[in-house]
């Protein structure tokens, strides 16, 4: 199904090659853009390079934490900073909303977690309320994205109709199983919120896979892939914490601490990029 007037904010892809371009391929980045995303990797990749050469364990953990935070909060603001360049009443400016407060609860949680160890000297302890954080962006990302699907009219092919039930299966499965610890534990709160995380990021990849498939080459803005990658870096991330948790083996500013910042950091490119679509005439 091609994107129309009410989900491109006035641009008919498919008919309209200027829009085409313009739209659905995008704005070219700008050398200011293509300089900030640069220095954002420098940023991220240096958490696992710490790692590797096995930096003070107290300093290693200030950077990766704080990297992580200035990450969600920057990527909030591109979203909020989106949002605000659609007119009241436009979707998309719905859509960019939610998407900014789903990454603000993850940052306000991240808040938590690093002052808890700056003020304890200790590892903050699992589960804490900084999960309570965590756990919210996934809800917000779904409606956001099913918002985007259905204002975009996006019809996802048939082969992700029946790929997005086995996708949230099998990735449950292996949530299920990285957290299994958690979830036989004898304390309520441990087996809750493992059982959340459980259920929480298999449905927000199937649903964003879901939403992916119906893009096609001509129907969607190329920014929302930035979006898509960003989002499956953060499955990873949580998953692969998870794992370590469980294993008595994580430690803030271990290597998998990239992933966060580099998903936020292709979440905030994605806004950049629809807000300068939609500035050129989206």
Same mark, same amino acid.
């Given at each position: 199904?091609?994107?129309?007037?009410?989900?491109?904010?006035?641009?008919?892809?498919? !008919?309209?090659?200027? &829009?085409?371009?313009?739209?659905?391929?995008?704005?070219?980045?700008?050398?200011?853009?293509?300089?900030?995303? $640069?220095?954002?990797?420098?940023?991220?990749?240096?958490? $696992?390079?710490?790692?590797? $050469?096995?930096?003070?364990?107290?300093?290693?953990?200030?950077?990766?934490?704080?990297?992580?935070? #200035?990450?969600?909060?920057?990527?909030?603001?591109?979203?909020?900073?989106? !949002?605000?360049?659609?007119?009241? @009443?436009?979707?998309?400016?719905?859509?960019?909303?939610?998407?900014?407060?789903?990454?603000?609860?993850?940052?306000?949680?991240?808040?938590?977690?690093?002052?808890? @160890?700056?003020?304890?000297?200790?590892?903050?302890?699992?589960? &804490?309320?900084?999960?309570? @954080? *965590?756990?919210? +962006?996934?809800?917000?990302?779904?409606?956001?994205?099913?918002? *985007?699907?259905?204002?975009?009219?996006?019809?996802?092919?048939?082969?992700?109709?029946?790929?997005?039930?086995?996708?949230?299966?099998?990735?449950?499965?292996?949530?299920?199983?990285?957290?299994?610890?958690? +979830?036989?534990?004898?304390?309520?709160?441990?087996?809750?919120?493992? +059982?959340?995380?459980?259920?929480?990021?298999?449905?927000?990849?199937?649903?964003?896979?879901?939403?992916?498939?119906? *893009?096609?080459?001509?129907?969607?803005?190329?920014?929302?892939?930035?979006? $898509?990658?960003?989002?499956?870096?953060?499955? *990873?991330?949580?998953?692969?914490?998870?794992?370590?948790? #469980?294993?008595?083996?994580?430690? &803030?500013? &271990?290597?998998?601490?990239?992933?966060?910042?580099?998903?936020?950091?292709?979440?905030?490119?994605?806004?950049?990029?629809?807000?300068?679509?939609?500035?050129?005439?989206?």
């Amino acid at each position: 199904m091609r994107a129309t007037a009410k989900g491109c904010g006035g641009a008919d892809c498919d !008919s309209d090659p200027e &829009s085409q371009s313009r739209f659905c391929m995008g704005e070219a980045m700008s050398t200011a853009e293509k300089l900030l995303t $640069v220095l954002w990797l420098l940023a991220a990749l240096l958490i $696992v390079a710490l790692d590797l $050469v096995g930096i003070d364990a107290d300093l290693r953990s200030s950077y990766s934490n704080g990297v992580q935070l #200035f990450a969600a909060y920057v990527s909030a603001f591109f979203c909020f900073r989106t !949002s605000r360049s659609f007119p009241a @009443g436009n979707a998309a400016r719905q859509v960019w909303l939610l998407m900014g407060a789903g990454v603000v609860a993850w940052a306000l949680g991240q808040s938590y977690f690093w002052l808890y @160890g700056l003020l304890s000297g200790q590892e903050t302890p699992y589960p &804490s309320p900084a999960d309570v @954080g *965590f756990l919210m +962006i996934g809800p917000l990302f779904v409606v956001a994205l099913l918002r *985007f699907r259905f204002d975009a009219g996006l019809a996802a092919p048939l082969w992700a109709m029946l790929a997005a039930p086995l996708v949230l299966l099998a990735a449950a499965a292996m949530a299920t199983y990285i957290n299994l610890a958690g +979830i036989q534990s004898g304390d309520w709160s441990i087996r809750l919120v493992s +059982i959340a995380y459980s259920v929480a990021d298999p449905l927000l990849l199937s649903v964003t896979l879901l939403v992916a498939s119906g *893009f096609g080459r001509g129907s969607i803005a190329r920014s929302w892939w930035y979006v $898509v990658l960003g989002i499956a870096s953060f499955f *990873f991330a949580n998953q692969s914490y998870s794992a370590l948790v #469980f294993h008595d083996r994580y430690a &803030s500013g &271990s290597a998998i601490d990239v992933l966060w910042p580099i998903g936020f950091g292709l979440i905030a490119l994605g806004a950049a990029r629809s807000r300068a679509a939609h500035s050129a005439g989206w």
